[in-house]
């Protein structure tokens, strides 16, 4: 009786997700350009694994399954919070909060009602489990050698999506789908606007080599901490400069404009370069 009334359920709901940050196309994209451009001294199973880094990229964007979150709304609540940051209402003492459970003691003692998302922590917590993994490999014999290489793959590419979704300017902001509020400068309004720029502009004009003049060298982070906060505030300087673009000439498929492609192509690259560098850096400093 129970199997009868989830198929009902599985037939009745929608089956496409909504839309990703970036979409699947671009997601992918940042995934393929860091594997492709990690240092030749990364183990040979990470740099023989370009594909399936490129498709794990998308992996937390899958989840959103709406028939799912219909069966049950487990995957609803904290889930999206995971993938932006607004950083208009999050107070200092917040962001130098030293995990997740402070920073969302933090917004609630300083009265913050709403979830500002938690980006920050998703990286930094992402990045610190693969480094631990990246650690027991290093001292693993076989079979477990091989079983951890699967989890490294697997954490590396989860981490890569968020990675992804903080070289969005629009992931850093209320603002995230239209300007809201006093809007002086006559940005654009009008809900859609996210995914007009991320989806429609990016598949339609963007490709992965143009990626490539923008990722210069690997690096290595002196404190992962300092990288993951500076990193997603650089994105967040850029927003009023992604509307302004927007506002010259509107971001769709048709729009053939060099300011438009090169902000676009500059800001997946931003993701691609500081994804590469985070598997860098976890992997030089796994030595024990």
């Known amino acids: 009786m129970t199997g009868l009334v989830v198929g009902s ?6 089956v496409a997700p909504g839309p990703p940050v970036w979409g699947a196309y671009g997601h992918e ?3 393929r350009m860091a594997a ?22 998308v992996e937390p964007d899958r989840w959103k399954d709406r028939v799912e979150r219909v069966l049950d709304p487990a995957m ?14 999050v107070p200092e003492a917040a962001l130098e909060a030293p995990n997740r459970l402070a920073y969302f003691h933090a917004l609630e003692q300083a009265g913050v009602d709403r979830q500002p998302g938690y980006l920050p922590f998703v990286i930094l917590e992402l990045t610190q489990r693969l480094r631990v993994t990246f650690r027991e490999w290093r001292g693993a014999e076989e079979p477990e050698r091989s079983w951890i290489e699967q989890r490294i793959i697997n954490d590396a590419g989860i981490l890569g999506h968020y990675v992804a979704d903080g070289s969005n300017p629009l992931h ?15 940005y654009a309004t009008q809900r859609g606007t996210h995914g007009r720029i991320e989806i429609e502009y990016v598949r ?6 143009d990626l490539a003049p923008f990722m210069g060298d690997p690096m290595v982070f002196d404190d992962l901490r300092t990288a993951v906060w500076d990193y997603l505030g650089a994105s967040h300087d850029v927003v009023e400069e992604l509307y302004r673009i927007d506002r010259e000439a509107r971001f769709d498929g048709g729009n053939t404009a060099a300011a438009n492609k090169a902000f676009i192509a500059g ?3 931003t993701g691609a370069a500081m994804l590469r560098d985070l598997w860098w850096t976890v992997w030089v400093t796994s030595e024990p």
């Open 29 to 31: 994209m940042i995934g």
């Open 204 to 209: 339609a004009q963007v490709i992965t080599g």
């Open 267 to 269: 800001r997946l690259a």
């Open 36 to 57: 492709q451009h990690v240092p030749e001294s990364m183990p040979a199973f990470f740099r023989g694994a370009v594909d399936q880094l490129a498709y794990l990229n």
């Open 172 to 186: 850093t902001t209320v603002h995230y789908n239209g300007w809201i509020g006093d809007n002086p400068n006559g």
């Open 76 to 89: 609803d609540g904290n889930y999206s919070p995971r993938h932006y940051i607004n950083y208009e209402v």
């Open 9 to 14: 359920l599985l037939m009745a709901v929608p």
